[in-house]
């Protein structure tokens, strides 16, 4: 059953795949149907600066700077921006508001700006994914209208993109003009279809800010394909409980969504560890005293057996909003497990303990064995 749920919502994301390619631009990007595009259609893209006080957000207008006044953007003040994913019925979720009422209330000295491409979004998947690279390039030419008209740094610039958003986030990124680059760019498990297995140059990246950072929640694959993509496109790539699947998703809690959310308690199933990357990223902010680590390490099998659980040489990092952010060479793949619930933060209690091998001969060391007990006291290691 979860796997036919799984297998639908994929086969909707690549309906109508061609194998023609688009026009290209600074990034080819993946082979799609080509198709018409208005000059009408590619300013679509609202801008809406967030505030406790006003429920819709201010809309900020390209090129019009009274609406910067009239919204009151601060320049002086670092800058987040929610840019949402592909969008089925042409509607922002809720999701989005309660990312911008966690980030505004945490961090109060902070632009928050919700990036509205519903227009641009809501069409046949593959489609949706040629527009990233429109709207991708419409908030490039955003912040650099910001820096031309109010001295806004670029550097003071975080934007945290969600499915498809994050290529879009990326796509900003690599068009936005000149040596400097956008701060940093967060990608909550970035799409898969039609991006895993492509160039560095064909989506999100560590080469598109100055710090990229990406939680994998949903990399499952059906029929070779997953709704989040799995290989690593940041500086540092967490992959809570493996990056497969998350717990309270499994099909078998679909009535409990039913009674949460009504008829559409089965979508909510279907996309629960997908967007439950979203929420980990949220908890980081509203559990700030909570830091959930990962740790650097070959998979999460290997994990399982209590092999990673060390920060020394910088082997871990802090999953959210509060990441040591450093440039490392390559992606770095860091692990760990999560509770099903908010606050997510799960504690270990690793049990090591050497064990002889009768069959082992003389002289040869001793093989370490390890068990990791996922528990809900805290985290502590036992040696014997």
């Known amino acids: 059953m979860r796997s036919f749920l799984i297998f639908s919502l994929l086969f909707l994301f690549c309906l ?17 149907l080509p198709i018409q595009r208005t000059s009408h259609s590619r300013s679509e893209t609202k801008f809406l600066l967030y505030s406790n006080t006003i429920e819709e957000g201010c809309l900020i207008e390209f090129n019009q700077f009274d609406t910067l006044e009239k919204c009151r953007f ?35 000295q902070t632009n928050v700006i919700i990036t509205d491409w519903l227009a641009l979004a809501h069409a046949h998947y593959p489609i949706a994914v040629q527009n990233t690279r429109d709207v991708g390039q419409e908030i490039a030419r955003f912040l650099e209208w910001l820096e031309e008209s109010v001295q806004f740094s670029r550097g003071n610039a975080h934007l945290i993109g969600y499915s498809l958003g994050a290529h879009v986030s990326g796509f900003a990124g690599s068009y936005i003009r000149g040596a400097r680059k956008i701060g940093r760019i967060t990608g909550l498990d970035p799409a898969g279809p039609l991006f895993e297995g492509m160039s560095p140059t064909d989506r999100l990246s560590p080469d598109d800010a100055d710090f990229v950072d990406a939680i994998h929640t949903f990399t499952q694959q059906q029929m070779g ?26 099909i078998m809690h679909v009535y409990n969504h039913i009674v949460q959310y009504g008829i559409t308690g089965l979508a909510q199933t279907v996309k629960c560890a997908h967007e439950r990357s979203v929420h980990l990223f949220i908890d980081s902010l509203w559990h700030n005293n909570q830091h959930i680590k990962g740790y650097w390490c070959k998979d999460m099998q290997t994990f399982d057996k209590g092999r990673c659980l060390s920060c020394r040489a910088k082997r871990c990092n802090i999953l959210g909003y509060h990441i040591r952010k450093e440039r490392v060479p390559g992606s770095r ?3 760990l497990k999560t509770r099903a619930q908010m606050p997510f933060k799960g504690w270990y209690e690793q049990m ?24 809900t006291c805290e985290f502590r290691c036992v040696s014997e």
């Open 352 to 375: 090591r303990r050497e064990q002889e091998i009768a069959a082992l001969s003389p002289g040869k060391p001793r093989q370490a064995t390890s068990i990791c007990a996922y528990t």
């Open 333 to 335: 793949r860091l692990f």
């Open 225 to 250: 394909l997953s709704v989040g993509i799995k290989q690593p496109v940041a500086h540092f790539d967490f992959y809570p409980n493996g990056g497969t699947f998350q717990p309270g998703c499994h």
């Open 74 to 108: 601060n320049a002086s003040l670092p800058l987040v921006m929610i840019v949402h994913g592909w969008s089925v019925d042409g509607r922002l979720e809720g999701w989005i508001w309660k990312l911008a009422e966690a980030l505004k209330s945490q961090l109060t």
């Open 16 to 32: 109508a795949v061609s194998p023609e390619t688009p026009k290209s631009r600074k990034k080819k990007g993946p082979q799609l």
